[in-house]
C-alpha cells in the first residue's frame, strides 16, 4: 500500500499535467480541463466530489486526467466517488483515444491493460441523501426499482446490451415511453419513464452526463432529469461551457458555469456544438 506523501507527490505531479511512470501508474490501480474544474469547485479533501464518468479518450491528457482521478479517490477515499461511463470500456478505448495515447506515452500496452481491468470495478451510479439518483446514460426497461441496479453483476467489460449497458448509453428524449437510440446502443426514454422512476424509487432527481449541453447543465422533462457535462470547450472545437452540480445540505442545487482554462496559441472556437458524437 502507497503512503499518503507518495500519493501527495503523485498529486501533485498530475496537477502539472506531468504523467506518471509506467510503475507508479501500475501502483494505483465533459474530466477534461480538470485542473479548472478543481479551481472552481475547489480541491478534496475540502469539498465531496462525484464524477460520472468519461475520463478518457477525446483529448490529450486522458491518462494524466484519468491518474489523477484515482490518486485522488485513494488519497481521500471517502470524499471522492469515480463511477463508470461508457467510454470506460476496452472496446470504446480502442477506438476514440485512449489505447492510442498510452502507446505514444509509454510505448506498451501495460497502462491500458491497468485502467481497463480497473474500469471494471467502478460503481455504474451513486445515490445522495436517497434522493438524486447520479449514473452517466440513462434508465433501462429492464430497471425499475433501484434493487434491481444491486443486483447487476457489474464487475465485466460493458455488454452491447442488457440494463448494464442502457445504464451508461440511454437518453433522455421528448418523446414519451422507450424508443431506439440512435447511437445504437441503450435507449431514448420520455418524460413518462423518469417521471414513473423517480416516484417509483423515491427520489426527486435524476443526475445524469453523457450529453453535450452548451451552458454546461440542462434541464428535461419538467425538472425530473438534468444533464451535467463538465468539458469546457469540447473536443477543443465546441466553444461549450461546462458545470458542476453543487448540492448543499439542504439538497439546494446551484450550478458552477466555468469556462476552459486559457493555453497558449489556442484558436477562438465558435459556440457550435458537433453535429453527433458518441
Given at each position: 500500500?502507497?503512503?499518503?506523501?507518495?500519493?501527495?507527490?503523485?498529486?501533485?505531479?498530475?496537477?502539472?499535467?506531468?504523467?506518471?511512470?509506467?510503475?507508479?501508474?501500475?501502483?494505483?490501480?465533459?474530466?477534461?480541463?480538470?485542473?479548472?474544474?478543481?479551481?472552481?469547485?475547489?480541491?478534496?479533501?475540502?469539498?465531496?466530489?462525484?464524477?460520472?464518468?468519461?475520463?478518457?479518450?477525446?483529448?490529450?491528457y486522458s491518462v494524466e486526467t484519468v491518474t489523477l482521478l484515482v490518486a485522488l479517490k485513494l488519497r481521500y477515499r471517502d470524499r471522492v466517488t469515480i463511477l463508470r461511463g461508457n467510454h470506460e470500456s476496452r472496446q470504446i478505448t480502442q477506438v476514440y483515444g485512449f489505447y492510442d495515447e498510452c502507446l505514444r506515452k509509454y510505448g506498451n500496452a501495460n497502462v491500458w491493460k491497468f485502467f481497463t481491468d480497473l474500469f471494471d470495478y467502478l460503481p455504474l451510479t451513486a445515490?445522495?441523501?436517497?434522493?438524486?439518483?447520479?449514473?452517466?446514460?440513462?434508465?433501462?426497461?429492464?430497471?425499475?426499482?433501484?434493487?434491481?441496479?444491486?443486483?447487476?453483476?457489474?464487475i465485466q467489460e460493458v455488454p452491447h446490451e442488457g440494463p448494464m449497458c442502457d445504464l451508461l448509453w440511454s437518453d433522455p428524449d421528448d418523446r414519451c415511453g422507450w424508443g431506439i437510440s440512435p447511437r445504437g446502443a441503450g435507449y431514448t426514454f420520455g418524460q413518462d419513464i423518469s417521471e414513473a422512476f423517480n416516484h417509483n424509487n423515491?427520489?426527486?432527481?435524476?443526475?445524469?452526463?453523457?450529453?453535450?449541453?452548451?451552458?454546461?447543465?440542462?434541464?428535461?422533462?419538467?425538472?425530473?432529469?438534468?444533464?451535467?457535462?463538465?468539458?469546457p470547450n469540447y473536443c477543443y472545437r465546441c466553444g461549450n461551457q461546462a458545470a458542476i452540480l453543487e448540492v448543499d445540505d439542504a439538497l439546494k442545487y446551484t450550478f458552477l458555469q466555468f469556462d476552459p482554462a486559457p493555453r497558449a496559441g489556442e484558436p477562438l472556437v465558435s459556440r457550435r456544438p458537433p453535429d453527433y458524437f458518441l
Open positions: 500500500m502507497s503512503s499518503n506523501d507518495e500519493v501527495d507527490g503523485w498529486i501533485a505531479q498530475l496537477m502539472q499535467c506531468k504523467p506518471l511512470s509506467e510503475t507508479e501508474v501500475k501502483k494505483l490501480c465533459d474530466k477534461h480541463d480538470l485542473s479548472e474544474l478543481f479551481r472552481i469547485g475547489g480541491n478534496s479533501p475540502d469539498t465531496n466530489y462525484l464524477f460520472m464518468g468519461d475520463y478518457v479518450d477525446r483529448g490529450y445515490l445522495i441523501d436517497n434522493q438524486i439518483f447520479c449514473l452517466h446514460g440513462g434508465l433501462s426497461p429492464s430497471i425499475d426499482t433501484l434493487d434491481h441496479i444491486r443486483s447487476i453483476d457489474r423515491g427520489l426527486t432527481l435524476v443526475a445524469r452526463a453523457h450529453q453535450l449541453v452548451m451552458e454546461g447543465f440542462s434541464w428535461s422533462q419538467e425538472r425530473n432529469v438534468v444533464t451535467i457535462f463538465s468539458a
